[in-house]
């Protein structure tokens, strides 16, 4: 494996580049090339065969850009993927889910953890699991949220319609006490605001986007994988997208800390 | 053509399901089958490349199962990709916008007509189009209603949250006096009441589904392709999905005059 390869992230669509934006702060050095299935998205209301399967066509893809270590930057593919594609390939694979239900685990003091992400990502019960087996005894609470991806992709990031969802779906989180909530979908990060205003600011929230950078970073260390040699922004950043190139572009650029000068558009189902 | 063969209908999800109860109910002797594109739902953000494609591939899928006649029971894919696959494949083809212009501009008195649809639909301007192609001087207004879909899909059909939205994407429409409003998605009809409400008992609403199956019927008529065999609703009516079956039967049995037994899961990116 070459050392100075790039990291392959990929999510349903937008809403991975949170991650990718937490890997360019915390390593500035590695390169990146990003895939987000614009086309398909959204993943969370999908089947865990439909899931799987656009998931091994896309570390298919990004396996031909010669990439060194795969981040699955989408809880849903994250939940019902991984566990699969990690025995599959033959090349270091990780998702957010266990960097996110690390943080919060270390977080709770009452033991009572939320969980909020979509249908596919709540009905799999992994965060559960996986919180469960790190430290046994918690009460893991999952809330799926099927709106939030809707409403933050029309933009209505700050807007009384979002409030009352929200505020309908953490009612139960609410009325259970959890003192930390994981936020186990890549949009969510995006109306934080909102949510730690239902919640109170003594509830902590995770995001997964961060530890998942620092997972990242381990492994690449013990690989013997970081990038040794520098490159400019334009060199070590490519975005893929099998839809609306343009839209990605815009919006890749606004929450990027580099302008994106291109994204593009490939036919996935021919992985 | 054999005359007893059955008719294909296909939409992006669910939706269509109401364009086919109205072919069942105008023409109980047809045989149906239906394909609902659910691994990769909604069409309505999607580019009219990736919609292009998608519908190509269904109606090489509905040419298999040797159907007569093709009808696109969902807008988006009527816009972008009706004028381009009746040229390319061997079998008459309908969509459901001319259906839906024909009714609206019979409807109005005033000139001013509204239509409703995905984003995609609206931007492709094809009901403006049409309708000044049929009757010149009409002022026709087209709001893209982006959320209505999720919000059917979450079954928030009688909601305060529903109500809001759709009280926002109507003001304009109401602001321009349209006597004539056409529900130019499928998934719309489901919150007729609420559209009702706002819009005021003065206003038509047009749903293209109930012309759309009278277009159908002139077709085979003019075709000789009327079927002249009776079956059993078992032997008339075939359900294909790109993924969640079971949901997809709950969803079907409960809008369709007879029970759904089975739906079968395709991988339509084989076709």
């Not at 086309?39 to 010669?66: E, H, N």
């Not at 594609?85 to 990780?94: A, C, G, L, N, T």
Request: net charge neutral; glycine share 8%.
């Amino acid at each position: 494996m070459d050392r100075n390869a790039s990291v392959g992230v990929f999510d349903s669509g937008i809403g991975g580049l949170t991650v990718a934006r937490e890997i360019m702060r915390q390593m500035p050095g590695e390169s990146i090339v990003y895939f987000g299935d614009t086309a398909r998205v959204p993943y969370g209301s999908k089947s865990q065969d439909t899931v799987l399967r656009y998931s091994r066509q896309i570390i298919r893809f990004l396996m031909t850009q010669k990439v060194k270590a795969i981040v699955i930057a989408c809880n849903t593919a994250s939940a019902y993927a991984l566990e699969t594609v990690e025995k599959e390939f033959d090349i270091p694979i990780i998702g957010v889910i266990r960097a996110g239900a690390r943080t919060a685990v270390k977080a709770t003091r009452n033991k009572k953890v939320g969980v909020i992400g979509t249908e596919g990502t709540i009905k799999s019960g992994i965060y559960t699991e996986v919180m469960n087996q790190m430290r046994p005894g918690l009460e893991v609470t999952g809330k799926p949220c099927p709106l939030f991806v809707p409403l933050v992709e029309e933009g209505l990031l700050h807007d009384s319609v979002t409030d009352e969802i929200a505020s309908r779906y953490l009612s139960e989180l609410k009325s259970r006490f959890v003192d930390t909530l994981v936020l186990g979908c890549t949009h969510y990060p995006l109306i934080r605001s909102t949510l730690r205003r239902l919640m109170g600011e003594d509830v902590v929230l995770v995001n997964p986007a961060y530890e998942t950078a620092i997972e990242l970073k381990s492994l690449l260390e013990e690989k013997g994988l970081v990038c040794d040699i520098e490159r400019t922004p334009e060199e070590k950043y490519h975005f893929y997208v099998s839809d609306l190139a343009e839209k990605f572009t815009a919006f890749a650029t606004s929450i990027l800390p580099s302008e994106v000068r291109e994204t593009k558009k490939i036919n996935i189902e021919e992985y």
